[in-house]
C-alpha cells in the first residue's frame, strides 16, 4: 500500500503561508492538510475559508481540510467554494453528522470523519457507506506539536479491518504527534495517509523535501 504525506500548515510560517504551500508542494507532498480551530470546539482559533481559498491557487494538489469546529453545518459550503477537496468533520461536535457529511458528497467533495482520542472507533460504523476517509487523531486536538498516543495503534488496526471488510475505497489518515521515529508503526497498523505538521516544516523550506523523504523511509 502506498503511503500518502499530508502536511499539516498548521506547522508552517503563516506570515509567507502561500510561499509555504509552493514550497511543500514541490517538496512531494501528496496532500495539503488544514487545520481549522473555532476557539470553542478546540481551545485555539485558526483559519477560515477566505484563508484557504487564498492560497488554492499556490498548489495542484488535493487540499485535505480538517474542521474542528461545532457548528459545522454552516460552515461546509465556505470550505467547498474555498477549493476544498476532502473535508473531515468530527463526530463529538454536536451537529449533525449524518446531514453533515451528506452535505459534502453533494458538492462531489470527499467526505472524511475525525475521530477523538477518547472516541471509540465503532462511531464510525453507521457512516461506513459514504466515508472516503477517516482520520484519527493521535494528540487531543488544538494544537501542534503534541507527543503520540499510543494506544492509537489498536484504534488503526480495528479501522483497518474494518474497512478492508467493508471492500470500499477507504483512507486511514493518521493525525498527530507523528516523527520519523514512530511512522513506522503507524503504517504498519494500517493507516496510509500521515499527517504531519512540526516533523516536516522543521529546518525551513530547504529541508522539507529530506523529510517528506525521510518520512517515506528513503
Ligand atoms: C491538531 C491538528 C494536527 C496537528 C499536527 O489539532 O489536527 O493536524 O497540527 O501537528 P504535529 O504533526 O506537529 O503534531
Ligand atoms: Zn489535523
Given at each position: 500500500?502506498?503511503?500518502?504525506v499530508s502536511p499539516s500548515i498548521l506547522a508552517s510560517n503563516f506570515?509567507s503561508?502561500?510561499e509555504e504551500v509552493?514550497s511543500i508542494?514541490k517538496a512531494g507532498a501528496?496532500?495539503?492538510h488544514?487545520d ?103 494528540v487531543?486536538?488544538?494544537f501542534g506539536g503534541q507527543k503520540f ?26 493525525d498527530g504527534g507523528i516523527n520519523f521515529e514512530n511512522i ?10 500521515i499527517v504531519a505538521g512540526t516533523t516536516v516544516f522543521t529546518g525551513g523550506q530547504s529541508e522539507y523535501a529530506n523529510n517528506i523523504k525521510k518520512l517515506r523511509?528513503?
Open positions: 500500500m502506498s503511503v500518502k506570515s503561508l502561500g509552493q508542494t501528496d496532500y495539503i488544514v481549522v480551530m473555532d476557539g470553542h470546539f478546540v481551545p485555539n482559533l485558526t483559519i477560515g475559508p477566505a484563508v484557504v481559498k487564498s492560497i488554492r491557487d499556490k498548489s495542484d494538489i488535493p487540499f485535505d481540510v480538517h474542521l474542528m469546529i461545532d457548528p459545522v453545518e454552516p460552515y461546509i459550503e465556505g470550505f467547498v467554494n474555498a477549493g476544498a477537496d476532502i473535508i473531515s468533520i468530527h463526530p463529538e461536535a454536536n451537529d449533525d453528522t449524518d446531514a453533515c457529511l451528506k452535505k459534502i458528497k453533494s458538492h462531489n467533495v470527499k467526505a472524511g470523519l475525525a475521530i477523538n482520542p477518547n472516541t471509540d472507533w465503532e462511531v464510525v460504523k453507521p457512516y461506513m457507506n459514504v466515508l472516503d476517509l477517516i482520520l484519527v487523531m493521535s487531543h486536538p488544538g498516543i499510543s494506544s492509537t495503534l489498536d484504534k488503526l488496526k480495528a479501522l483497518r479491518k474494518e474497512i478492508d471488510q467493508s471492500g470500499r475505497d477507504i483512507e486511514l489518515e493518521i513506522q508503526s503507524v503504517i504498519d497498523a494500517g493507516a496510509n495517509v523511509g528513503k
